[in-house]
């Protein structure tokens, strides 16, 4: 995660309404911002693994289409996403597959030669993600964007960091959602120490900024203090929830003493549900315009999915040993575990539906959501047919609820196109495997 920089123009506003800055946080935009729009967010989703192609790729055309078999979690959202066929990986760089796959997808880029990886003959990757050159377009939020993990991968590898400040210079993230909650909240109680003060005292974080956030609400608009009540409670039951997990002796156990709760298999579904919340709150307040969220172990991922009813298969038990087999037990099972990651997806896509913004729209309508993987298919390893989704509107520049083909496109096509609508209409190229042809019609309106 990035560092902060002071947004004073918002502590103005609260001291002018007679309210501290701890509020900060806690408070959505106002509509006062309306003015000047909704800031646009981009969340970067990204899976591991590939998927099974026959049973993923939808049916019909452009406009009337049909989700598939993997997508049909999605049936509730349908209307706020793309789904895209046809797109590849170009290859470069000191490997291809699966490990240079993150970078592929969030920076176009290959992996350096020599490094900490294949016995010192693979590096980091080769330049800055997508997410990293908005976040610094955007000087003055509180933070300039937030890296995370869901899943058991706890240490940051090629195989499980999205997000690149530059050349060989990898964000790691946070896999741990209490220590994410700190980050994000302990400021407006003076930081780390005072919040664990106040949890062994079995209080709440808000228990400190309550006040000033009930003397703010008669003197802001109606549909601001709603939103502000929303917020507060959304804070409030994540709380609760990481308590119960994370902080809770008598809950689930770490596998082994090295080890804690939030890396452990049996974990992540209490992950996804955490940090799709602070993903809401972070970006209902604009502390952050950019996010990466990496599921399991991200490329490779050797994630073991204990609450899905997978049919054993001898030593095979996780998510990267299945997805090379051709087996039907082994495509039912990656069919299983892609349509859970759809299903947290889809219930990201909702929260940000349901939360809404300064301009009257939906947190959603003003986001853009890339979700991407590693490889198209397990057992081929193929790059030359890539899976990928958009979702949200981009501010009302997606037209979603759409199946578009493409052919053997490149992935950079792609990132050029959603770089021209974060604010880089001269970018022509992206990423160290492009060839520099622009952008791809048909994607934005």
Same mark, same amino acid.
């Given at each position: ?80 996403? !793309?789904?895209?066929?046809?797109? %590849?990986?170009? %290859? ?5 597959? =699966?490990?240079?796959?993150?970078? +592929? ?27 990293? %050159? ?28 999205? +997000? ?14 209490? %220590? ?69 002796? +008598? ?68 998510? =990267? ?36 913004? !300064? ?20 057992? +081929? ?65």
């Amino acid at each position: 995660m990035n560092t902060r920089r002071p947004r004073l123009h918002r502590r103005t506003w609260l001291k002018g309404l007679g309210a501290s800055a701890a509020l900060t946080p806690f408070i959505p935009l106002p509509e006062s911002r309306a003015a000047d729009g909704a800031p646009l967010r981009l969340l970067l989703l990204f899976t591991g693994n590939g998927v099974v192609r026959d049973r993923f790729t939808p049916s019909g055309t452009e406009d009337d289409w049909t989700l598939s078999e993997t997508l049909e979690p999605l049936a509730a959202v349908k209307e706020h996403v !793309v789904v895209f066929d046809g797109f %590849k990986y170009n %290859k470069g760089g000191a490997f291809h597959g =699966h490990p240079a796959g993150p970078s +592929s997808f969030a920076a176009g880029c290959g992996l350096a030669s020599g490094g900490p990886f294949y016995d010192g003959t693979v590096g980091w990757g080769l330049g800055q993600t997508i997410d990293q %050159k908005y976040a610094d377009s955007l000087p003055g939020l509180p933070f300039d964007s937030l890296q995370l993990r869901a899943g058991y991968a706890r240490h940051p590898t090629i195989w499980n960091v999205l +997000s690149y400040a530059g050349t060989e210079q990898p964000l790691g993230g946070e896999y741990d959602p209490t %220590k994410l909650f700190d980050y994000l909240f302990s400021d407006a109680v003076g930081g780390v120490a005072e919040l664990e003060a106040l949890r062994a005292r079995r209080k709440s974080v808000l228990d400190v900024v309550l006040e000033d956030a009930e003397r703010l609400a008669p003197r802001v608009s109606g549909s601001d203090r709603q939103r502000l009540e929303a917020h507060l409670q959304l804070v409030r039951e994540l709380e609760v929830r990481l308590d119960q997990t994370g902080c809770d002796p +008598s809950g689930p156990q770490p596998p082994d003493e090295d080890d804690d709760y939030w890396s452990s298999f049996g974990a992540m579904p209490t992950q996804c549900d955490a940090m799709r919340d602070l993903i809401t709150a972070a970006f209902a307040c604009d502390l952050t315009r950019s996010i990466s969220l990496v599921f399991g172990g991200g490329a490779t991922s050797q994630q073991e999915y204990p609450w899905l009813d997978l049919v054993p298969m001898g030593g095979d038990t996780t998510h =990267h040993d299945m997805s090379h087999e051709t087996f039907d037990v082994a495509r039912d099972n990656i069919v299983k575990i892609d349509r859970w990651h759809f299903e947290m997806i889809a219930q990201i896509i909702e929260d940000l539906a349901a939360t809404p913004d !300064v301009d009257g729209n939906s947190v959603l309508h003003n986001t853009l959501i890339m979700w991407g993987t590693d490889i198209g298919e397990g057992p +081929s390893h193929t790059w030359g047919w890539i899976p990928a989704m958009f979702a949200g509107q981009a501010g009302g520049r997606l037209k979603t609820d759409r199946f578009v083909r493409v052919d053997e496109v490149p992935f950079n096509r792609a990132l050029v196109s959603v770089l021209h609508e974060l604010g880089f209409p001269e970018v022509d190229s992206f990423g160290t495997n492009d060839n520099g042809s622009g952008g791809l019609d048909g994607i934005f309106g």
